[in-house]
């Protein structure tokens, strides 16, 4: 059976459009040297019953990853900086978890209660973000 290049491209196509669909994170921070913070796009939470893992990733000094989580979803924040950061509720109370450099990683809880949660790195005053637990 031969292959038709035209229908192979629309196929290769269809599945990038699909797979580019699915990604629902986005930065949740910025650097206080950008002009403005990068749009958010919202995650979709798991159906009852099923457990949520997300990565929050530290890279240039921004935080990267979930809009939205789950409450008492299961967040692992991936450190791809030299330096050590946090991922610290402005509260102090929410969630506080420090991660070394050089690919640390760490794990956290989300809040159970929904809201909105600003979080911080304790060592570096340009990084902000928000966490939503819906």
């Known amino acids: ?16 459009l699909i797979a580019m669909s699915g990604c629902g994170a986005s930065g949740t921070g ?3 040297a950008s002009s403005s913070p990068p749009s958010a796009a919202s995650s979709t939470a798991p159906p009852s019953g099923t ?5 929050i ?6 935080y990267q990853g979930p809009v939205s989580v789950s409450p008492g979803a299961k967040i692992t924040v991936k450190n791809e900086d030299t330096q050590a950061h946090t991922v610290t509720s402005d509260d102090g109370k929410a969630f506080d978890a420090a991660v070394d450099g050089a690919g640390g990683t ?5 809040p159970t209660t929904p809201g909105s949660y600003p979080y ?3 060592y570096h ?3 902000h973000g928000t966490l939503v637990v819906k």
């Open 106 to 110: 760490v794990q956290f809880t989300a």
């Open 120 to 122: 911080h790195c304790a």
């Open 30 to 32: 910025y650097q206080g």
């Open 1 to 16: 059976m031969r292959s038709n290049p035209k229908a192979m491209m629309v196929i290769v196509g269809a599945a990038a």
């Open 57 to 62: 990733t530290i890279k240039d000094f921004d």
């Open 125 to 127: 005053s340009n990084m």
């Open 51 to 55: 457990s949520q893992s997300l990565t």
